[in-house]
């Protein structure tokens, strides 16, 4: 029910609040091999999680739990002449195959609109945010214990190679859709050699 997502969405963005220690450590793991494999500042400036950040992204996770449930939405009707009503109704994806990269507040925005939206979904980050990705499933998994609402249903993927990823773009039949998310080239790869469904989204646009 819209009620019960809400909750859970809540009770993630506590978690997420109440864990901030826990997230900050498994984070400066992260930041620190970046470091040692001579990442730029920019590329560290997006993976890193400072307490004010993650309190940013709970209050994401609140953001899309006040927004109206768009399952069941009716968002065109019409009638036909010989009486039939046909009626364009919103409903679940199914399991959503997220593939993205540096950004682990990606991690969390992703599944916060997968439940919102009734779906589960699959995330697979990169792996220079590995650990941090790693941690904030898990809370988000935990959160969800005794709702009524599976934990399966955000998953993290932790093979992080280019076999993996190819194995998750051939998943038809197990994966409804899969969401790339990160520049032209990821997006390029998975458009063209996925055969599951794809929504392709665009690399977008950074302005100094």
């Given amino acids: 029910s819209a009620e019960a997502k809400n909750d859970a969405l809540m009770r993630i963005a ?86 993205y990269e540096a950004r682990p507040n990606v991690t969390v925005d992703s599944a916060a609109l997968a439940l919102k939206s009734g779906n589960a979904i699959l995330l697979r980050g990169s792996s220079s945010a590995l650990s941090s990705n790693e941690k904030l499933v898990q809370i988000m998994r935990d959160a969800l214990d005794g709702l009524g609402i599976d934990a399966n249903a955000v998953c993290l993927i932790d093979d992080t190679s280019r076999r993996g990823t190819t194995e998750l773009m051939g998943m038809r039949g197990l994966v409804d859709v899969l969401i790339p998310r990160g520049g032209k080239g990821l997006i390029r790869s998975v458009v063209e050699n996925a055969s599951v469904p794809v929504i392709e989204t665009g690399a977008g646009n950074c302005h100094l």
Avoid: C, F, Q, Y
Wanted: aromatic share 0%.
């Fill in 14 to 99: 506590d978690a997420l609040i109440a864990h901030t220690d826990e997230i900050a450590e498994a984070n400066r793991a992260d930041v620190l091999r970046a470091r040692e494999a001579g990442t730029s500042d920019a590329m560290i400036d997006r993976l890193t999680l400072s307490p004010e950040r993650i309190l940013s992204v709970a209050e994401g996770v609140r953001s899309v739990a006040l927004l109206d449930d768009p399952v069941g939405e009716t968002v065109e009707k019409t009638v036909r002449p010989n009486g039939m009503t046909i009626e364009k109704v919103r409903v679940p994806l199914g399991v959503i195959g997220m593939i």
